[in-house]
T-cell receptor, first 114, second 114 residues
Framework: KQEVTQIPAALSVPEGENLVLNCSFT??????LQWFRQDPGKGLTSLLLIQSSQREQTSGRLNASLDKSSGRSTLYIAASQPGDSATYLCAVLTSGAGSYQLTFGKGTKLSVIP | DADVTQTPRNRITKTGKRIMLECSQT?????MYWYRQDPGLGLRLIYYSFDVKDINKGEISDGYSVSRQAQAKFSLSLESAIPNQTALYFCATSDPPPGHNEQFFGPGTRLTVL
């Protein structure tokens, strides 16, 4: 069974700092990995999706990397801003013959202090 | 307008009542999903549907049923609600392979069962 772990569970940084969020998964036979942002009481917003054949994806100040063989992904946030404060979730899609499994980590709660 | 909408956004009900949560999407995606989110447990898949004629159980389907009325509509029912079904419920959609299967989420329904 796929397991996804996110470390740390919570992180507080001063505004302007660069930071890295970590995601690890136990089964490397994945289809893709997706990073989401969730604001309190809100839905999930897709940030970046990395296909299993890719090593990284970038969007603005965000960069996500994937090392499938070691079961790890990182989300790098450059020049953090108070508006980046949210919970960040990673999810791994494992898809087999006729089956579907999207497994979520429990998230990293980020606070960016002005 | 939002691509994935959920109604109601909030619902308080009593044990034993039948509840239906509805989801509509304008993304034209074939695949739709229902998840629940609980503090400390993350998101878990309840049911998913790859097209109008396809319904599959997810990780935690007991106590729930679904109906895929059309490509754009996917509803979740609790036949006899119980307090441990109190949670935040999310609907999501995605495009199938050869697409990226990127997940797009609705805003969520907060359900409280007394």
């Amino acid at each position: 069974k796929q397991e996804v772990t996110q470390i740390p569970a919570a992180l507080s940084v001063p505004e302007g700092e660069n930071l890295v969020l970590n995601c690890s998964f136990t089964d490397s036979a994945i289809y893709n990995l997706q990073w989401f942002r969730q604001d309190p009481g809100k839905g999930l917003t897709s940030l970046l999706l990395i296909q299993s054949s890719q090593r990284e994806q970038t969007s603005g100040r965000l960069n996500a990397s994937l090392d499938k063989s070691s079961g790890r992904s990182t989300l790098y946030i450059a020049a953090s801003q108070p508006g980046d404060s949210a919970t960040y979730l990673c999810a791994v899609l494992t898809s087999g013959a006729g089956s579907y499994q999207l497994t979520f980590g429990k998230g990293t709660k980020l606070s960016v202090i002005p | 307008d939002a691509d994935v909408t959920q109604t109601p956004r909030n619902r308080i009900t009593k044990t034993g009542k039948r509840i239906m949560l509805e989801c509509s999407q304008t993304k034209g995606h074939d695949r739709m999903y229902w998840y629940r989110q609980d503090p400390g447990l993350g998101l878990r898949l309840i049911y998913y549907s790859f097209d109008v004629k396809d319904i599959n159980k997810g990780e935690i389907s007991d106590g729930y049923s679904v109906s895929r009325q059309a490509q754009a509509k996917f509803s979740l029912s609790l036949e006899s609600a119980i307090p441990n079904q109190t949670a935040l419920y999310f609907c999501a959609t995605s495009d199938p392979p050869p697409g990226h299967n990127e997940q797009f989420f609705g805003p969520g329904t907060r359900l409280t069962v007394l």
